[in-house]
């Protein structure tokens, strides 16, 4: 607790750096977690979080063989901490609206296997961006489906290019291309063999099959449902790896299966049958106006994909 006679003064720019660690380590649940995040050692934050304590005059956390936990004190803190945080990045962001050359951050999130996918078009996206707002710092991560919609809803991120497989009511989608998925099995699968005429539903269905870890839309469940699913992989990559295993069938986009159906290490299963489409599309926050950043990266998206995006319109 402080002592009643303390008073805290003017906050530099240097408290405002050790509130920003402060809620690192909170929001990943203690030092060693932050650590990633913060890019400084555990030593460097806990040197840190004491330097803020002394400058409150306040006990912020506990920490030690009982794990991290706030204090009331701390608890107060962190919560009007994340309320100044808020209230400068909007600052910040305001008067790079109003700025005739752009500043800030653009943080975009591309689904599994995107980036490098020629039909998206995310390099020229890059490049057309980076030409006209030179100035505007671009961090773009890979992330899952369901990752993307809730950084997009919690203001983690600003835009995000994935699969969809439902629309949420608070975010808006500009459809880019759809993708056919269809099954797929390795090699060394008993199915790789057999022709075609005794691929049957009931054959496949006696397969271990993959699950893509997330609720499918309708078209999707209804090739799902009958199957033995005994395994889970969301990213492409190691849904991959399993189906080359031999053990597994799963569904993969039809393009990025085609250098290995080329190569003989996969094999499609009922073509003809067993497949559903999903959509992809660029996505962001509903707004009422979005931050010029976005709004510039929308018109590049919108004039690389005229096609899809004046269908939208329509």
Do not use: W
Request: with cysteine; hydrophobic share 35%; net charge negative.
């Amino acid at each position: 607790m402080s002592t009643n006679n303390y008073a805290l003064g003017q906050v530099s720019d240097f408290e405002i750096k050790q509130l920003r660690i402060f809620k690192a380590v909170v929001d990943n649940g203690g030092f060693s977690a932050a650590e990633t995040e913060l890019n400084i050692s555990r030593s460097t934050i806990s040197i840190h979080i004491s330097n803020l304590e002394s400058r409150l005059n306040l006990t912020l956390c506990r920490r030690g063989r009982g794990g991290f936990s706030l204090t009331d004190e701390g608890r107060v803190i962190y919560d009007m901490t994340n309320k100044l945080l808020s209230s400068l990045d909007e600052f910040r962001d305001t008067v790079n609206e109003m700025s005739q050359n752009p500043a800030g951050n653009l943080r975009i999130v591309v689904s599994d296997g995107m980036s490098l996918d020629p039909r998206a078009k995310f390099p020229e996206m890059i490049s057309q961006f980076f030409t006209q707002a030179p100035d505007i710092s671009l961090r773009s991560e890979v992330c899952s489906m369901a990752e993307i919609e809730r950084m997009l809803l919690n203001d983690e991120a600003d835009v995000g290019l994935a699969p969809y497989h439902r629309q949420l009511d608070g975010l808006e989608y500009l459809p880019l291309y759809s993708d056919v998925c269809r099954l797929y099995c390795g090699p060394t699968s008993p199915l790789f063999d057999l022709d075609e005429a005794e691929i049957t539903d009931e054959v496949i269905n006696q397969f271990t099959a993959i699950q893509p870890g997330l609720k499918p839309h309708e078209e999707a469940n209804e090739q799902l449902s009958c199957m033995s699913l005994k395994g889970t992989a969301y990213f492409y990559e190691t849904r991959l790896a399993m189906i080359l295993s031999g053990k597994y069938i799963a569904f993969l986009p039809e393009d990025y299966a085609k250098p290995y159906v080329d190569n003989a290490q996969l094999r499609m299963i009922a073509g003809k049958n067993r497949f559903y489409t999903l959509g992809i599309a660029s996505i962001v926050k509903k707004r009422a106006q979005q931050p010029k950043a976005v709004e510039m990266f929308s018109e590049i998206v919108s004039s690389l994909h005229p096609e899809t995006t004046s269908d939208e319109a329509n």
